[in-house]
């Protein structure tokens, strides 16, 4: 990949693993060569059941906040999202359900 290259597309859902160690999975609004512009961005976090659920990564912004922006330099690594899981995400954050295939 070239250096010059974005990694992501616009509303693509990826997971990014900040150095401070939270799995944070939002939607991409921009990337520059410094930052991501995220939009809803949830953190992982344990259900009593043993499982996991997503959160609000920041709750003091409220639900129907804008988008954030991280510094690249806060994310040790990053991907795009596992189908199931970024189906839960937009499910969560739009309350639209993505129907399964037959």
């Known amino acids: 990949m070239s250096l ?3 990694a992501y597309e616009a509303n693509q859902v990826v997971t990014l693993k900040t150095t401070a160690g939270e799995e944070v ?5 921009e990337e520059t060569d410094t930052t991501y512009v995220l939009t ?3 953190v992982l ?3 009593p059941q043993g ?7 920041v709750f003091s912004l409220g639900p129907n ?3 954030v922006v991280l510094n690249k330099h806060a994310v040790a690594f ?3 999202t596992e189908s199931e899981l970024a189906n839960q995400y937009l499910a969560k954050t739009t309350g639209l359900t993505i129907a399964k295939a037959i």
């Open 4 to 6: 010059n290259k974005k």
């Open 25 to 29: 999975v939002a939607r991409i609004a």
């Open 40 to 42: 809803k961005p949830h």
């Open 45 to 47: 976090v344990n259900t």
């Open 51 to 57: 499982g996991f659920g997503l959160a609000p990564a």
């Open 65 to 67: 906040a804008g988008s």
């Open 78 to 80: 990053h991907g795009a």
